[in-house]
């Protein structure tokens, strides 16, 4: 399976932004999705997954109540719709593919997209 996300931008703390990933190949549908991301001298840490359902999402601390996972199976895309945004959820975000749920460690995902850079300003 090949991924690949983008939306990334630069917007104002207190902005939204929505990060799209388009996921080719078979069995998007038995696919959990999540998305990770990476800021600055900092190691790739869990953002959010969504089950291949669709019915059941997890979210780090940082940013439950503000971020949200969703996922078009028809489509094969995964969404994460990023609100009130703040100067330390810049990074660079990556969307990825697993099999298991709830998937939270790089180790557990399988397939990586290229990065997309969110840059918030004070």
């Known amino acids: 399976v090949q991924l690949q996300a983008y939306g990334g931008g630069l917007v104002q703390a207190g902005g939204s932004l929505r990060l799209s990933c388009i996921v080719s190949?078979?069995?998007?549908?038995?696919?959990?999705m999540g998305w990770f991301r990476q800021a600055p001298g900092k190691e790739r840490g869990f953002v959010a997954a969504?089950?291949?359902?669709?019915?059941?999402?997890h979210y780090t601390d940082s940013v439950k109540g503000r971020f949200t996972i969703s996922r078009d199976n028809a489509k094969n895309m995964v969404y994460l719709q990023m609100d009130s945004l703040k100067p330390e959820d810049t990074a660079v975000y990556y969307c990825?593919?697993?099999?298991?749920?709830?998937?939270?460690?790089?180790?557990?995902?399988?397939?990586w997209g290229q990065g997309t850079l969110v840059t918030v300003s004070s």
């Open positions: 990825a593919a697993t099999v298991d749920w709830i998937a939270t460690m790089e180790h557990e995902y399988c397939c």
């Open positions: 190949g078979r069995a998007f549908r038995g696919y959990v």
């Open positions: 969504i089950h291949w359902s669709g019915f059941s999402t």
